[in-house]
């Protein structure tokens, strides 16, 4: 009997022991997560504004960049400021000057790269640089993604930026909106990942803009990372990163599926409706006056080919697919490119004909056993003079 009270005493402070640390850890989760979603929130819905690092005729170097969700076609307005104003003994700002308007050509880490659109006077260290961008009033919240499903955590992630975007003034879709009209339409959240289907969403919503992302498991941390796109553009406005430890709730929360119930799709990673047929595209993204669409992407081994059409979209010009291509698959590993081809003539530059759609690949070797699908397929293509980015996300690996 007293080994039996002793037993029962034991497992009634296991259990405590487990529930404190849980409470404990849910605890401290839960500011963290608040507070890189309030720093997302932030970065998505705010224009970004830097400093001129320098500047010539054609060319602007500015103090923003990936870090801050610069993307390559963001503009900026280039101001040099004078005297300041003042309330009182209170500066509550400069006079100022515009000098130019400028469009990012490549962004890096801290800094981007503009070319020159307008200017009355030449962008020079010291002026300010303020981004120009479509005001989105009405948004729309997708939930966003982990392992091309939903769990507790993308659930909670996509409540919590309904507030977050509401309290930064933005009038967003209650979910309920939502999900009905996705049922009407016979898609699930998952449907929102192809850009038609969104854009299609948000017009019978009467939203501006969506709301769209991915979760990424990084081993000791998720990354989660979120683009606002313009409904009518189909581009991307604005677009974040944070990074959250991966405390055990968050694993915790990770691990429990939430279905999408709204309506039953087939899994992604066979995606019959969209790459039996020659004829669609996984995504499809314009940029540079070049559209590049994603057919598909084949696996053997180790080995991951994918599929692309190209068309340029304004006047003949050289394009070719640069070395600094890469991709992340759904373990959290990176991988360079291997090979690229263009029309069947490897990395070799090709001018493009206006409107005549050439086929392209690349290829990604030494692709993890265990990796199912690519949560991003960055392409840099150079057109022209200028270099273009281009993001592919959460792409399935098809068996050959």
């Not at 070319?115 to 729309?140: C, E, F």
């Amino acid at each position: 009997m007293e080994k039996t009270g002793y037993s029962l005493k034991r497992i009634k402070g296991v259990f405590l022991f487990v529930l404190l640390f849980f409470t404990t850890a849910s605890a401290l989760a839960a500011p963290d997560l608040n507070k890189q979603i309030d720093i997302l929130a932030k970065k998505l819905a705010s224009a970004a504004q830097g400093d001129v690092l320098k500047g010539t005729e054609t060319q602007v170097y500015i103090s923003l960049g990936q870090r801050q969700g610069i993307l390559p076609g963001n503009k900026f307005e280039i101001v040099r400021q004078g005297e300041p104003l003042k309330v009182g003994d209170e500066i509550i700002g400069y006079e100022e000057t515009r000098v130019a308007e400028v469009e990012v050509a490549r962004a890096r880490d801290k800094i981007s790269i503009c070319k020159v659109l307008t200017k009355s006077d030449v962008p020079k260290a010291g002026d300010k640089a303020y981004q120009l961008r479509k005001k989105i009033n009405t948004l729309v919240v997708g939930q966003f993604s982990y392992n091309q499903g939903f769990n507790r955590l993308t659930k909670s992630l996509q409540e919590k930026l309904v507030t977050a975007m509401a309290n930064r003034g933005m009038q967003v879709v209650e979910r309920d909106q939502l999900e009905r009209v996705l049922k009407e339409q016979k898609l699930g959240y998952s449907g929102l990942v192809n850009m038609n289907s969104a854009k299609k969403i948000g017009e019978l919503l009467g939203a501006e803009g969506m709301l769209l992302g991915t979760i990424s498991d990084m081993g000791n941390a998720i990354t989660i990372n979120a683009r606002m796109v313009d409904i009518g553009s189909g581009k991307a406005v604005s677009a974040s990163e944070v990074e959250l430890p991966k405390t055990p709730l968050i694993a915790q929360l990770l691990e429990i599926p939430v279905e999408d119930k709204l309506f039953t799709v087939q899994p992604s990673n066979s995606q019959p409706n969209l790459t039996k047929k020659n004829n669609k595209s996984l995504q499809s993204i314009e940029g540079g006056g070049i559209s590049v669409s994603l057919k598909k992407c084949l696996r053997s081994g180790t080995n991951v080919k994918c599929k692309l059409m190209i068309k340029n979209n304004e006047n003949d010009n050289r394009v070719s697919i640069s070395n600094y291509s890469r991709l992340f698959d759904d373990v959290g590993n990176a991988y360079k490119i291997k090979n690229a081809d263009i029309a069947n003539r490897g990395w070799r530059n090709l001018v493009l004909v206006k409107d005549v759609p050439v086929k392209a690949s690349v290829t990604f070797t030494k692709i993890n056993t265990d990796a199912k699908y690519a949560t991003l397929i960055e392409l840099f293509i150079r057109i022209g003079n200028g270099r273009q980015n281009f993001q592919f996300r959460d792409v399935p690996f098809t068996r050959k």
